[in-house]
């Protein structure tokens, strides 16, 4: 091949690899940009997934928590995890929102389980009368539907007004069993059923708060379904030692479960 036919043929190639060369560092300078903060309850910590920061205290804040885990794979400008064990939207307006600025770009959350008292229903699910765990849900329910709305929208109105430019993404909580699926004691059918429409009912006030902030809402449903409770590979913990772990994600749940969810809205 002569050197001038050599020339056509590498020209487009070298063109090609010249503007892939281009595309990938400016991707990565706009990751080396975000400035993150990761807000919410223990479903942001990370309690059930264990290793915990040593920081964290009482938080439980994990390094194999979805925030963590995003953080490590896209090396932010800055990262801020003050998610918390335990924590309302009460909590974490009151004291999570701190590193919230101006030049925040990035802010994840999830909230609203505990201010419907989801820790209450599940322990009187397991330790207590279909009839009366079917009642529990369905006053979590209402709770959903009356008095979390106002909530949510103080919440996310005061997350706004301290970060005006940051792209928000609640993110909701899982259906928690698979029904028929593999488990052969524990709570009934109907509870299950119950305890899955309860999730539902909060996904979907989460998802509709979230619209009226303007925030962008990821579910984590369709990744966790078949790997519910009952359905013989769990991203969830079922009763559990220690008992706190109970009714949270695994590692596995926040890596394949909540760290793509997040990731999709990102």
Known sequence: MSTSNLRHVLAPLLLIAATIGLVQPAHAAEAAEQRYVALGDSYSSGVGAGSYLSDSGSCQGSSKAYPSLWAAANAPASFSFTACSGATTSTVKSSQLTPLNSATTLVSITAGGNDVG?????????????????????????????????????????????????????????????????????????????????????????????????????????????????????????????????????????????????????
Not at 145 to 168: E, M
Request: net charge neutral.
């Open 118 to 266: 989801f820790a209450s229903v599940m322990q009187t699910c397991v330790l207590q009368s279909e009839a009366t765990c079917v009642n529990a849900v369905n006053n979590a329910v209402t709770q959903v539907n009356n008095t979390l709305p106002g909530s949510l929208s103080s919440l996310y109105g005061t997350i706004r007004g301290k970060a005006p430019q940051a792209r928000v993404v609640v993110l909701g909580y899982p259906r928690f069993y698979q029904l028929n699926g593999s488990c052969i004691a524990g709570l009934s059918e109907n509870e299950r059923a119950a305890i899955n429409r309860g999730s539902d009912a909060l996904n979907g006030m989460l998802a509709k708060q979230a619209a009226n902030a303007g925030f962008a809402y990821s579910s984590v449903v369709d990744e966790f379904t078949g790997h519910e409770i009952c359905s013989g590979d769990a991203w969830l913990h079922s009763v559990s030692v220690p008992v706190s772990n109970s009714y949270h994600p695994t590692a596995a749940g926040h890596f394949g479960g909540y760290l793509p969810a997040f990731r999709s809205t990102v």
